[in-house]
């Protein structure tokens, strides 16, 4: 059997690849974990959320809390998830287009093909069921520091793609949309600036090497330059420093109390550090002779230089600049690397065979697999849209139904999933917290009075507690845990109960 197909076939059946990718990867419910803090400004104006304290701190995120805005108005909050889909496309595009470059492989080739069906299942989850090491959130395919540019749900560090699409631009020897490309991922998270200005010396280097002409790498650099300041000057304008005491007394809780596992190297390094950095170093070796090589080393230099000098220093700053995000960058390349230098050395030695039966091959092992990939991803995704938003409960249901504009409620701290659930006023949770110094220390100051009043061991003083603080942060209702109630307090009267929560309102003195 002999099957041909003409080359524009094949390109649009490789246009299906990127969805398919895109709907196969797991998608959690709007919105779990993260998502309650990277897009509550962005909802301030549903409910009754522009009356919440950590609303009207200052936005870390203001692009992506725009980008939250405009979906919501325009086409509703289930937009999020094709928004994200979208970012997943080119995550897959760039990904593998910068492993077809620096490899030679054409799009209409077996192993580009290959190369794409084998990410799809790794990105997927399918192959987690073999080893850690395959799944969708392991060494392969994520940074350092439980941090990576693509997970389960979509957030501002989602925008990294745009690295990864900038890298493979670059290599078509397209520069000015390149370095376009680069600054929109700290334009929507600031801790990329760091990989962007790292990336953009890489191009500088190697235009400077083509060339051999100083004004085209400058003009680049300062074109990146250029692009990033609004976000640089808004950083500054809102997050410099109130006073280097306060700066320094925020920074250490932040670094040793509340995120840890992302900003102490202590925390994080481990097996699998390791195993990530020893995979880069691999990439390089294979890369030493191509344009990518620069790209990959100045920012791996640079994250390891800046992280012994944290390590040397431990200062706080140079902590929370998490020099080492640019592992999120570098691994998913570096993965995508020596996987398809294995295809290229197995495919040497198949040549003969490969170039008679290619169509053929890709028609039976390729494109059947991403037909029933992709099948299984809208499967997926039309589950999704089904599902409701994650945290609402008969409580949250029940608040949202009761909560007026002056309304506060007093949560566990740990309860971080209410304020989007409910969409009203809360005092303060754990999950989320601002970013300048002055609003983070207050933030850490409500946290230690909320989890004074809940801690079980104090509840003959709860209501005491409650008293001095329902007036000075006007909090005018309770959320409490039904496993132990609070007993003889005439301040509260119970309006909710379930097997979870208790809901109290405080009756005016």
């Given at each position: 059997m002999n099957i041909k197909l003409s080359n524009t076939i094949k390109l649009i059946i490789l246009w299906f690849f990127p969805i398919f990718f895109a709907l196969s990867y797991f998608q959690d419910p709007l919105y779990f974990n993260n998502q309650n803090t990277y897009f509550a400004h962005g909802l301030a104006d549903t409910g009754l959320l522009k009356y919440d304290w950590f609303i009207n701190t200052t936005d870390p995120f203001p692009v992506f809390s725009g980008l939250v805005k405009l979906v919501a108005m325009t086409v509703g909050e289930s937009g999020f998830h094709f928004v994200y889909l979208i970012i997943l496309g080119i995550f897959a595009y760039s990904v593998v287009g910068i492993a077809a470059i620096t490899y030679g492989f054409k799009k209409?080739?077996?192993?580009?093909?290959?190369?794409?069906?084998?990410?799809?299942?790794?990105?997927?989850?399918f192959a987690a069921k073999i080893h850690y090491l395959f799944s969708a959130d392991g060494p392969l395919t994520t940074g350092v520091a439980m941090q990576s540019v693509l997970s389960s749900n979509f957030q501002p560090s989602s925008f990294g793609v745009f690295i990864l699409l900038s890298i493979y631009l670059f290599l078509r020897d397209k520069p000015i949309l390149a370095v376009i490309c680069l600054v929109i991922a700290p334009s929507f998270h600031s801790s990329y600036l760091l990989s962007a200005a790292a990336i953009?010396?890489?191009?500088?280097?190697?235009?400077?090497?083509?060339?051999?002409?100083?004004?085209?790498?400058?003009?680049?650099a300062g074109l990146s330059l250029l692009l990033v300041l609004p976000i640089v000057g808004y950083n500054l304008i809102n997050f410099s420093p109130t006073s280097m005491e306060l700066s320094h007394q925020a920074q250490s809780i932040l670094v040793d109390s509340r995120i840890p596992h992302h900003a102490k190297i202590s925390q994080w390094f481990d097996k699998w550090s390791i195993f990530r950095i020893a995979i880069i170093v691999m990439a390089l070796f294979l890369v030493r002779k191509s344009q990518l090589f620069l790209i990959i080393l100045v920012p791996f230099v640079t994250a390891v230089g800046l992280s012994l000098a944290q390590v040397a220093t431990n200062n706080y700053g140079l902590a929370l600049l998490f020099p080492w995000r640019i592992s999120v960058i570098l691994v998913p390349i570096a993965s995508i690397i020596m996987l398809s230098g294995a295809l290229s050395f197995i495919f040497k030695r198949l040549d003969g065979m490969t170039t008679k039966n290619g169509d053929i091959i890709k028609m039976a092992f390729i494109v059947v697999p991403m037909l029933l990939i992709g099948v299984f991803g809208i499967r997926q995704f039309m589950a999704l849209m089904n599902l409701p938003r994650f945290g609402v409960s008969p409580v949250s249901t029940f608040i949202s139904g009761i909560a007026q504009s002056q309304d506060t409620f007093l949560t566990p701290i740990e309860l971080g999933t209410l304020r989007l659930a409910a969409r009203v006023p809360v005092f303060v949770d754990y999950k989320s917290h601002p970013y300048k110094d002055t609003e983070f220390l207050e933030w850490f100051d409500r946290i230690n009075i909320s989890k004074n009043i809940y801690e079980p061991n104090h509840l003959d003083n709860a209501c005491n507690a409650l008293t001095d603080i329902a007036k000075k942060y006007s909090i005018t209702d309770v959320v409490w845990p039904a496993s132990h109630p609070i007993q003889n307090c005439t301040l509260l009267h119970e309006i909710y109960q379930d097997p979870d929560y208790l809901v109290y309102t405080l009756t005016k003195s």
């Open positions: 209409t080739d077996l192993q580009y093909w290959l190369l794409f069906l084998i990410a799809t299942i790794l990105y997927s989850g953009t010396v890489a191009y500088a280097l190697i235009t400077y090497n083509k060339t051999k002409d100083y004004k085209k790498p400058l003009y680049l």
